[in-house]
């Protein structure tokens, strides 16, 4: 069961914030006539791309024999890396270390090395098959296991943080321990895999449309493979059938390759991977082991800390750099450090280069912060959240200075304790754990676990320049009203949420608002859709836009009517003018009569924030999102086999623009955490192949897996600190570390087959092989 469900009935409201809208293609989606790119009408003489892979993880290419593949039926060409007209690179970070085709050698087992351009896509498939490829190879780095930081190479510069004097801290700390955790990856698994429709124009002209969360990059990509200006350039979006980060970089390399050959065969030409080629050749959230050595005194409050967060980067720099920082800037979690030195390393591996994930590294991050206080508690013989809990910021505090970050930012707006007081107190915490302390005492094979986890989640883009947006406004004269933003829909509601936004400005029904496909044709110098900030940036562009318009209106209406322009106010679908009243549509129908602009290109910047990299330190976000939940499983000590019993999560949104999508990214946030760390495995063999590439091996919750009983709310007292859209908080991707509660809450079944004396030290994903063995390991270490 789930509650605090919103009531979604159809909804005919002026205005548009804070109510439950359902999303704006809920239906289409359902009904199966949302339009994604594989759906777009092809133009007559479209071709299709298959890709050649790489079969080795590291070599140089001794020859490349492609005269089968040329031969075979309906291919009418082969691009490689000498067919790039421009540069052969889509690197994000400037590195130039991420060719679109493989240049002379080979890094990572998958990688592509030509392309080939058929009349079908079967036949292009087919045809790719057929090179004959002559490796000479390398030695490989798969695993990072081994690795050090000090010595293995890196793909970028990585970061330090430090606050106080750990080192010194660590060594008169009462009590100490140190630790390694291992934390595996995650693919994306989006529905809609990547694909790419490239339609040449006139001249240098080139139209594509794309599964991509970042248009302007995807735009500046193609500019720069082509050798154009990115004017001749349009990057078109409509919607993703999912993103999750995976489309932020890794949706270039076919948009380009299609871009290539478009522009090459003067004809339109597609690129759509299948599942097997997707899981292979694209990136995956990074995989960390995590170092930690920690200093605390008997009470359990924490002393000093000594992190580093090691990461498999893959061949090239790609977001790992900024994947590394988010992590150490979320080590931290929801707990003060007095002295504190982490450290990111980016290792270099011969597999797929990993990139941006829901969370942004920001989850790893707090997956070492929470085994930490779980060493502390079994260590002092505490209960887990009792070390929570002391060992929190506290923003009120200001005497005893708990309220700095490792990276020197105050932490202005904690409200962690209410919403664990308030979840501890709705979930009935302490009287469950007394109930599954006398569960597992009667119960020989089945024990259960409870844990609650909070969040503290960090938003903006510490790339400053990124935290912008722009917007295009129109109203028509019979009061219907075009917006345009630069935000990406994948199914998170984005949309939906920037239509009410524009149509609470104009106190208008949100059906009289329509938001068309993102393209940089009309809102240019886009971010990208992540960071949890697409409702923050791109609300706040279209809300200033909006407001040019309205404030004409109220200028041509007071000027007009010879009164104070504070006696022109916006009603439901109409607008007071002194004492009497019209409709919206007849004003904006008497401004266009005579000659007052009604359109508007609306721009918003976030302000505060600021970030000096090489000092470690800065304003890094804008503000806080918080949250906190708490989960119950039952575990089989003799498969490992285990059922999350019950969740109950409680939320901080501000005030929800929309409480129905808000109350679905939690859900969905918690369930992909959740998956990530428990079922989710990737596992790549010693050559380097990656064994985990499809369903059948891959697996992500099902709907069965769901908590049983799923309780979800939103915090309805809560503002965003800052003045952000409506005092909204963000909400994709701070629920995703909720499923923290269920690792913890596994690790506590664990336990309980030892009496609670020795930490399990469960790494993730927590398969029920590893829970199993887990289990085992507890009985030995029990009987010694």
């Not at 449309?209 to 990057?235: D, K, R, W």
């Not at 929800?656 to 989710?680: H, K, P, R, Y």
């Amino acid at each position: 069961m789930t509650k605090h469900t919103p009531n979604l009935k159809a909804q005919k409201i002026a205005g548009g914030v804070h109510t439950a809208h359902p999303h704006d293609s809920a239906h289409k989606h359902v009904a199966g006539s949302a339009i994604y790119v594989d759906d777009i009408t092809e133009p007559a003489g479209t071709l299709h791309a298959g890709l050649g892979l790489s079969g080795v993880a590291h070599a140089t290419l001794k020859a490349v024999d492609l005269s089968a593949v040329l031969a075979a039926p309906g291919v009418v060409a082969v691009l490689t890396a000498k067919d790039v007209p421009g540069e052969n690179d889509i690197s994000p970070s400037g590195m130039h270390d991420d060719p679109i085709l493989a240049d002379g050698k080979v890094e990572f087992l998958g990688q592509p090395i030509f392309c080939v351009i058929a009349e079908t896509r079967d036949q292009a498939r087919r045809a790719a098959r057929l090179a004959k490829i002559d490796y000479d190879e390398l030695p490989a780095i798969i695993d990072i296991g081994g690795l050090e930081a000090e010595k293995d190479r890196q793909v970028t510069t990585p970061l330090v943080l430090k606050r106080g004097d750990a080192a010194g801290a660590l060594e008169t700390a009462p009590r100490r321990i140190k630790g390694r955790m291992r934390l595996g990856g995650q693919d994306h698994f989006y529905l809609e895999g990547q694909v790419s429709l490239a339609v040449p124009g006139e001249d240098d002209e080139v139209e594509v449309y794309c599964s991509t969360q970042g248009p302007s990059e995807t735009q500046h990509m193609i500019a720069h493979a082509l050798g154009v200006p990115n004017h001749a350039v349009t990057v078109e979006v409509r919607r993703m059938g999912g993103g999750f980060g995976g489309k932020e970089t890794q949706a270039n390399q076919c948009a380009v390759i299609a871009a290539i050959a478009a522009r090459k065969l003067k004809r339109a030409v597609k690129v759509r991977l299948d599942r097997d080629e997707d899981m292979t050749a694209t990136g995956k959230r990074h995989d960390f082991v995590i170092d930690y050595d920690v200093g605390f005194d008997d009470e359990g409050r924490i002393l000093a800390i000594d992190y580093t967060y090691g990461q498999r980067c893959g061949f090239s720099a790609d977001l790992s750099g900024p994947v590394g920082d988010r992590a150490l800037f979320h080590c931290d979690n929801a707990y003060f450090y007095p002295h504190v030195h982490a450290r990111s390393a980016l290792f270099y591996t011969n597999t797929v280069s990993n990139t941006a994930f829901r969370g942004f590294g920001g989850p790893q991050g707090m997956v070492g912060a929470e085994r930490v206080i779980d060493e502390i508690a079994f260590a002092t013989g505490k209960e887990p959240l009792e070390i929570r809990k002391l060992n929190f910021y506290d923003a009120m505090d200001k005497r005893a200075g708990r309220d700095v970050t490792p990276y020197h930012q105050k932490v202005e707006d904690c409200i962690i304790q209410r919403i664990v007081a308030e979840l501890e107190e709705s979930a009935d915490y302490a009287g469950r754990r007394r109930e599954i302390a006398a569960f597992n005492a009667n119960s020989r094979f089945i024990k259960r676990g409870i844990a609650l986890t909070p969040v503290k989640f960090g938003i903006s883009f510490t790339k400053t320049e990124s935290n912008q947006a722009g917007a295009l406004v129109h109203v028509y004269t019979d009061g219907s009203v075009h917006m345009n933003h630069g935000g990406t829909e994948m199914g998170q509601g984005l949309h939906m949420k920037v239509a009410q936004v524009v149509a609470e400005e104009f106190q208008i029904d949100i059906d009289r608002v329509k938001v068309t496909a993102t393209t940089t044709g009309k809102v240019p110098n886009t971010s990208p859709t992540a960071a949890s900030s697409g409702a923050d940036l791109n609300g706040m562009a279209a809300q200033n836009a909006a407001r040019q318009i309205k404030d004409r209106l109220i200028d041509f209406a007071a000027e007009t009517h010879q009164i104070p322009r504070d006696q022109v106010v916006f009603l439901p679908n109409r607008v007071r003018i002194g004492n009497h009243e019209i409709s919206f549509n007849e004003l904006v129908q008497q401004a266009y009569v005579a000659r007052v602009q009604l359109s508007a290109a609306g721009f918003y910047k976030t302000p505060k924030i600021h970030w000096d990299r090489a000092k470690g330190r800065g304003h890094a976000f804008y503000y806080f999102a918080y949250g906190a939940a708490c989960s119950e499983v039952s575990i089989d000590t003799l498969t490992g086999e285990y059922v999350v019993e019950r969740t109950d999560i409680l939320h901080d949104a501000g005030r929800s623009l929309n409480t129905a999508i808000d109350i679905g990214q939690v859900e969905g946030g918690f369930v992909q955490g959740m998956g990530w760390l428990t079922t989710e495995e990737l596992w790549w063999d010693e050559k380097g192949r990656l064994r985990t590439h499809a369903p059948s091996t891959y697996k992500i919750p099902l709907a069965s897996d769901r908590p049983k009983i799923f309780n979800v709310a939103l915090t309805d007292w809560s503002q965003a600190y800052e003045p952000t859209i409506h005092r909204s908080k963000a909400v994709g991707e701070p629920p995703l570390p909720l499923g923290l509660s269920v690792l913890h809450a596994l690790a506590d079944a664990v336990a309980s087959v030892a009496n609670h004396k020795i930490c399990p030290r469960l790494d993730a994903p927590a398969t029920p092989e590893r829970v199993l063995m887990a289990v085992e390991r507890m009985k030995r270490e029990a009987a010694k």
